[in-house]
């Protein structure tokens, strides 16, 4: 069965320490990975996608890389305004050719200014 | 720069009322998808839209309906609401089933009682 776990489930830091969230996965068929944030209230916002072991993706704070088994999300100096719930989900190919999209159930970052 | 409207934000239902979602979006995408949200449950798929005039069901279709009623437009139905309905409703939509990254609307809390 594809399943994308994310550890851990909560994370509290202080302003400026850097982090990492983790996302492994076991799907087969894996086309791409995809971070998204959610705010409280909101949809998920896109952050990044992966489609190869070894990709790198950078946006402001955050980084993403991806191995065969697992993706991290860096937060590097992180300020309270990224403070959120940060989603993993895993698009791959199931049995029967069809795509499918496996979210995990996110890690709750709260930063402390 | 609207993306993914979904309308309404809040509804509350009688158990056996029905009510629809609707969700429209602005980008002229093929594939638009309806997810639910629950607390520790992540994100799961309920049916989804690869083009227009096509849908598929989900991980968890059941209790629900859906009608693509042009290539902008995504409607979820409740026909008979269920106590275990109520949830947070996200609509999306992305250029096509590949390799495409998912963009969420807002969401619509719906809380039957």
């Known amino acids: 069965e594809d399943q994308v776990t994310q550890s851990p489930e909560a994370l509290r830091l202080q302003e400026g320490e850097s982090s990492s969230l983790n996302c492994s996965y076991t799907?087969?068929?894996?086309?791409?990975l995809f971070w998204y944030r959610q705010d409280p209230g909101k949809g998920p916002e896109f952050l990044f996608t992966l489609y190869s072991a070894g990709e790198e993706k950078e946006k402001e704070r955050l980084k993403a890389t991806l191995t065969k088994k697992e993706s991290f999300l860096h937060i590097t100096a992180p300020k309270p305004e990224d403070s959120a719930t940060y989603l993993c989900a895993v698009q791959a190919i199931d049995q029967g050719g069809s795509e499918k999209l496996v979210f995990g159930k996110g890690t709750k970052l709260t930063v402390n200014p | 720069n609207a993306g993914v409207t979904q309308t309404p934000k809040f509804q509350v239902l009688k158990t056996g009322q029905s009510m629809t979602l609707q969700c429209a979006q602005d980008m002229n995408h093929n594939s638009m998808y309806w997810y639910r949200q629950d607390p520790g449950m992540g994100l799961r798929l309920i049916y989804y839209?690869?083009?227009?005039?096509?849908?598929d069901k989900g991980e968890v279709p059941n209790g629900y309906n859906v009608s693509r009623l042009n290539k902008r437009e995504f409607s979820l139905r409740l026909e008979s609401a269920a106590p275990s309905q109520t949830s947070v409703y996200f609509c999306?939509?992305?250029?096509?089933?590949?390799?495409?990254?998912?963009?969420f609307g807002e969401g619509s809390w719906l809380t039957v009682v």
């Open positions: 999306a939509s992305s250029p096509g089933t590949g390799y495409n990254t998912i963009y």
């Open positions: 839209s690869a083009s227009e005039g096509t849908t």
């Open positions: 799907v087969s068929g894996l086309r791409g």
